[in-house]
């Protein structure tokens, strides 16, 4: 069935490392993406978002890579902070979808000391 | 990053009453959505709101459910007798801006604990 999933549930890192968040998706005609962080007890926050047209795009501090022929999607995190810690969300909107996001399963970032 | 408002942060209803969960968009906007999030889960859509029409639904939202825009700025949602599955975060998310429909911002959410 259709889904967009993610291969870590839970990724710990230390302070200042670089972090990688990986995302899987199924619909190949998907044609928009984006990184959501959301914090306990808040709605999901617009990290960055990137267009099937492209395979990387970059923001302060983070980068989203799309690989369309494996149909994945990763969110690395430059020097990684305590504020960095959150769940992480994939979200893939859906050609002729009326813009509804499909969002993976959330991956746990844990930022140590 | 645009501010959606939603009201109120969290409410605790008897199951069988009648809940509306509010939210304010980013302003002039005509399109609109609504998600739940279950604890610990993945956040699902639930429905598109274009211009004063559904323009999409989920399979969660049933009869039971429904959209309106009131007064021409604010959104609501109710859910008509509530089931203790219905216990969720609720967000409303409107595009970032009249030029990009895609990008969509998401509000606080209305925590909905049914008993």
């Known amino acids: 069935g259709e889904s967009v999933g993610l291969h870590l549930p839970t990724l710990s890192v230390q302070e200042g490392d670089n972090s990688i968040i990986n995302c899987a998706y199924s619909n190949s005609a998907s044609d928009y993406f984006i990184w959501y962080k959301q914090e306990s007890g808040k709605g999901p926050q617009f990290i960055i978002d990137?267009?099937?047209?492209?395979d990387k795009r970059q923001g302060q501090r983070v980068t989203v890579l799309l690989n369309k022929t494996v149909k994945h999607l990763s969110l690395q995190i430059a020097a990684t902070q305590p504020g960095d810690s959150a769940v992480y969300f994939c979200?893939?909107?859906?050609?002729?979808?009326?813009?509804?996001?499909?969002f993976g399963a959330g991956t746990r970032l844990a930022v140590h000391p | 990053e645009p501010e959606v408002t939603q009201t109120p942060s969290h409410q605790v209803t008897q199951m069988g009453q009648e809940v509306i969960l509010r939210c304010v968009p980013i302003?002039?906007?005509?399109?609109f959505y609504w998600y739940r999030q279950i604890l610990g889960q993945k956040v699902e859509f639930l429905v598109s709101?274009?211009?004063?029409?559904?323009?999409?639904k989920s399979e969660i939202f049933d009869d039971q459910f429904s959209v309106e825009r009131p007064d021409g700025s604010n959104f609501t949602l109710k859910i008509r007798s509530t089931k203790l599955e219905d216990s969720a975060m609720y967000f409303c998310a409107t595009p970032r801006g009249l030029a990009d429909t895609d990008t969509q911002y998401f509000g606080p959410g209305t925590r909905l604990t049914v008993l």
């Open positions: 990137i267009r099937s047209n492209m």
């Open positions: 979200a893939e909107n859906r050609a002729g979808g009326y813009n509804k996001l499909i």
């Open positions: 709101f274009y211009n004063n029409e559904i323009s999409e």
């Open positions: 302003s002039n906007h005509l399109y």
